[in-house]
């Protein structure tokens, strides 16, 4: 699974000479928490609701409200930006940037190649492609094995399921501590759970679970 896949390829942004108070009204009126930074067609920085709270006077100020909006409309984004951004090739693999997220606690990863900005993933994109590799959302049955982690199980599982003419949309296999293999599959249309279950006891398959799923957009 590439970055280039999942990643958002409309990107929002501003410049450095974008004064904070119109970066946090831009946050706002699109509810985004991030703002990459551009100026002459190149990545410079990155904005968020933290850099902006941080540059913001606090509650316990003296400064009348007149002095506050003028300070925000005369502070420049490129004045209290975080300039060390951590970037993402569009064509890393989307567990690279998640790995990269979790490691650098942060909920965006620009995507830029060739120092040119081809598009932002986000901590929602990945929420999002992990929905739909798992198949999540789309009508049909989820059959759930709990099998020995050996060659052939999978084979043997999906040879079944083609036996009965059955549409596989989606596969996910999670290996357990024990030693022991989780391979959850999703299927397609309505299918006669009770047949299928029997039909697996006979091969001698440990079909743990059966869940009928609904239609949900993403």
Do not use: C, W
């Amino acid at each position: 699974m590439a970055v280039k896949d999942f990643m958002t390829r409309k990107v929002v942004y501003i410049s450095p000479d974008t004064t904070i108070a119109h970066a946090a009204d831009m946050m706002r009126e699109q509810k985004l928490h991030r703002l990459p930074v551009i100026e002459n067609d190149q990545l410079v920085g990155l904005v968020t609701e933290g850099t902006i709270a941080e540059a913001s006077p606090s509650k316990a100020t003296s400064l009348s409200i007149y002095e506050m909006n003028y300070l925000l409309n005369k502070t420049k984004v490129g004045d209290v930006m975080i300039r060390d951004v951590v970037t993402i090739s569009q064509f890393a693999s989307l567990e690279d940037a998640t790995y990269l997220m979790l490691k650098n606690k942060i909920g965006i990863l620009p995507v830029v190649d060739n120092e040119q900005l081809y598009g932002v993933i986000t901590d929602r994109d990945i929420f999002k492609a992990f929905l739909e590799v798992s198949g999540y959302g789309e009508e049909g049955v989820r059959l759930r094995f709990v099998t020995e982690n050996k060659v052939g199980v999978l084979e043997q599982i999906i040879r079944l399921l083609v036996e009965e003419n059955l549409n596989i949309s989606n596969t996910v296999n999670i290996p357990r501590k024990d030693g022991k293999v989780v391979i959850e599959v999703q299927l397609a249309g309505n299918i006669d759970t009770v047949l299928l279950k029997k039909k697996f006891e006979e091969h001698a398959i440990e079909l743990a679970e059966i869940t009928h799923t609904s239609a949900k957009a993403l």
